[in-house]
């Protein structure tokens, strides 16, 4: 994903429009926090989410934290390598690590979340 093309809620997600889907993730902030990442709970396919619905969950070995989509959307897809690798989100969140791609997701949404600058303002603000 290219940096200028992310952007990213106070929940560290982070949200990209790739190839007409709109992919989702955790930050790196986010997986750093967790440590290391032992399973993922990901969406069913075809579940309907609206802004700040739970998408799934991440347990490492430190605790267990909500995923929750940054827009709304339709779960188009889901990363099934996280099921027998969940460490890629800790190895590459911005990209083997995605969790899943949303359908139907409104570029207007996109453009209240923030983008890489503020959200990186944000981090050192909440630390």
Known sequence: MQPETLRYTQDHEWIAIADGAAVVGI???AQQ???DITFVDL???GKVLKAHDVLGVVESVKAA???FS?????VAETNAALKERPELIN???RGAGWICKLA???PADLDALMTLAQYEAFCKRTK
Do not use: F
């Open 43 to 45: 969406p069913a396919v």
């Open 65 to 67: 934290s909500d995923i």
């Open 104 to 106: 139907g997701v409104k």
């Open 70 to 74: 940054p827009v709304a959307g339709t």
């Open 33 to 35: 926090a967790l440590g």
């Open 27 to 29: 930050t790196n902030h």
């Open 91 to 93: 190895q590459d969140p």
